[in-house]
């Protein structure tokens, strides 16, 4: 048997797929890289997530600067 969404070789497990999930698999027939351009543009790499993590501690930082400088402002 088959997978229903990409084609290969199935498991053991059974699914059936919605309206939506057809559309993928059809989309995944005509392009066989569909899986690698998703996690290329879904998941995020180790650079990518402290990256991230750098924006946020630094905007975080910025806020509570505001912050103390408006609780000066009103002193």
């Given amino acids: 048997m088959t997978c229903y969404l990409c084609g290969?070789?199935?498991e053991s497990y059974m699914a059936y797929l919605c309206n939506d999930c057809q559309r993928i698999q059809d989309i995944m027939k005509l392009y066989p890289d569909v899986k690698e351009t998703l996690e290329f543009v879904y998941l995020r790499n180790d650079t990518q997530i402290?990256?991230?993590k750098d924006i946020v501690t630094k905007k975080l930082k910025q806020l509570k600067k505001v912050k103390e400088v408006e609780t000066e402002q009103v002193d």
Avoid: E, F, G, R
């Fill in 8 to 10: 290969k070789k199935k």
């Fill in 50 to 52: 402290n990256n991230k």
